[in-house]
């Protein structure tokens, strides 16, 4: 019998392992998802260390880059389609993902412009970094729960 991939997603690192293949069983269908989910935990710990060295040039490249993963994780999980008609767990990781994505595109140019033109405002740095973490969070919620509900139902 084939392994589900489980664990907890953490606000800020997404921790399992990878398997792939296009068959339509439920451990299989699992990983596949999982294991694009887990393409964020590279490029979420390189803008931690960028941001943290105040390497603004890297944070920005970074964020480049996490942008194109982005669109190609949300394309993957598309054309994973669903799970023989339930879609609960796709459309769980599509909103993370699509989440991710907004914070990319929008909070983070601005938080890395705040802190390179070092212009303090504590109030809009504190109201960008909540939105990241409260991205971060939902992300790991949703796809926790959604995983755990798939699970339960398909686990033979």
């Excluded at 293949?21 to 590279?42: L, R």
């Excluded at 603004?56 to 993957?76: C, F, G, H, M, P």
């Excluded at 669903?82 to 769980?92: C, I, S, V, Y």
């Amino acid at each position: 019998m084939k392994q589900f991939i489980t664990g907890i997603l953490t606000v800020a690192v997404l921790t399992m392992s990878s398997c792939g293949s296009g068959t339509k069983d439920p451990a299989t269908y699992n990983n596949s998802i999982i294991t694009v989910i887990n393409g964020s935990e590279k490029h979420i710990t390189d803008m931690n260390a960028a941001m943290n060295a105040s390497d603004y040039t890297k944070a920005e490249q970074v964020r480049s880059d996490w942008e194109k993963a982005l669109n190609e994780d949300i394309k993957k999980v598309e054309d994973l389609g669903d799970f023989k008609g339930d879609a609960n767990f796709q459309k769980a990781v599509l909103d993370g993902l699509n989440g991710y994505k907004k914070i990319v595109t929008e909070d983070y140019p601005k938080l890395i412009e705040l802190r390179k033109n070092k212009t303090p405002d504590a109030t809009a740095e504190s109201a960008l970094l909540d939105n990241i973490n409260k991205a971060f969070e939902n992300m790991s919620n949703g796809v926790n729960k959604a995983s755990t509900e798939f699970e339960g139902k398909y686990k033979g």
